[in-house]
């Protein structure tokens, strides 16, 4: 009875570790600023989740294009229209990648580590290879990640025309990613 009792605990103790290296995120911020002469562009989005198994460095973002919110409804109307993100024929961006550092960071020591996140940014239905610096920091368990790079529209086939809106945005967004798993 006792070695029973002793393997359904050994049993419960490695099923709670395995659970506890995927971790998720629904507490995801993500921030676009955009700056010309013209004005500046702010859309934040509060809808995206995200996943990090903190034993294979494994990180993936799903972001719903339309949650983006704008100051000016006109900015949203644009940024979701077919000449711009066309988001109803692509309703997501994500992010599939790996930390390639992953030995330099300890999820079970409070800390703030350094990373870098190599893999594949999928957006308007193109994908392209990034590779970028994020900050994690652990404190009481927590983890929690951070990070700011700039997006080329134009690597992602974001058509610009004469005129306005084009007039509007840069060519170049900043992208702030903050999540707290």
């Known amino acids: 009875m006792k070695k029973f009792l002793l393997t359904i605990v050994a049993l419960v103790t490695v099923s709670l570790t395995a ?3 995927k971790q998720t995120s629904s507490k995801t911020h993500i921030k676009f600023f955009s700056s010309t002469p013209a004005e500046n562009i702010e859309a934040n989005n509060y809808k ?3 996943t990090l198994d903190t034993k294979t460095g494994d990180i993936v973002f799903s972001v719903p294009m339309q949650s983006f919110e704008f100051e000016k409804a006109l900015m949203q109307e644009h940024f979701n229209s077919k000449k711009f993100l066309d988001t109803k024929t692509n309703p997501k961006a994500k992010l599939t990648g790996k930390i390639a550092n992953l030995d330099k960071i300890n999820f079970e020591k409070d800390g703030s580590y350094t990373a870098v996140v190599e893999g594949e940014l999928t957006i ?3 994908t392209n290879h990034i590779k970028e610096k994020a ?3 652990v404190k009481s368990g927590k983890i929690s990640l ?3 790079f700039n997006v080329t529209l ?3 086939k974001v058509a610009f025309t004469k005129g306005k809106p084009s007039t509007n945005i840069a060519k170049t967004v900043e992208v702030t990613v903050e999540a707290n798993y």
């Open 146 to 148: 951070s990070s700011k």
């Open 124 to 126: 308007n239905g193109v």
């Open 135 to 137: 900050t994690f920091t």
């Open 48 to 50: 995206s989740i995200s």
């Open 19 to 21: 659970f506890a290296q």
């Open 154 to 156: 134009a690597d992602y």
